[in-house]
């Protein structure tokens, strides 16, 4: 299983806009094959911090979920939405 966390500080003022952006992002990539979880976090001491939450089965699954329309679009806007960019943690745990 690999694990991939985005981190993902916000401008305030776009805040309540993204949430909405990754509500479509989670509920696209859940249908996605070899999907394990998928959701996003708000940090509890900063409303401006969030974390997108991924497990998947393979690499084989992430791959095919990087060529989907709906994370391309996000690798293409969601930056107008940040103040800096993304961090991505990736991890290979094994079940």
């Known amino acids: 299983m690999i694990l991939i966390n985005v981190h993902c500080d916000v401008d305030p003022a776009k805040r309540d806009a993204f949430k909405d952006y990754l509500k479509n ?3 696209k990539s859940r249908q ?3 999907n394990l979880f998928y959701t996003y ?3 509890g001491l900063d409303e ?3 974390m997108i939450v991924e497990n998947w089965a ?3 699954a992430i791959d095919a979920h990087n060529k989907t329309a709906h ?3 996000f690798l293409q806007n969601a930056r107008s939405y940040l103040t800096k960019d993304f961090v991505i943690r990736i991890a290979e745990v094994a079940e």
Do not use: P, R
């Open 25 to 27: 992002l989670v509920e």
């Open 32 to 34: 996605d094959q070899g």
């Open 41 to 43: 976090l708000i940090d």
């Open 58 to 60: 393979d690499q084989a």
């Open 71 to 73: 994370l391309q679009d």
């Open 48 to 50: 401006n911090k969030f």
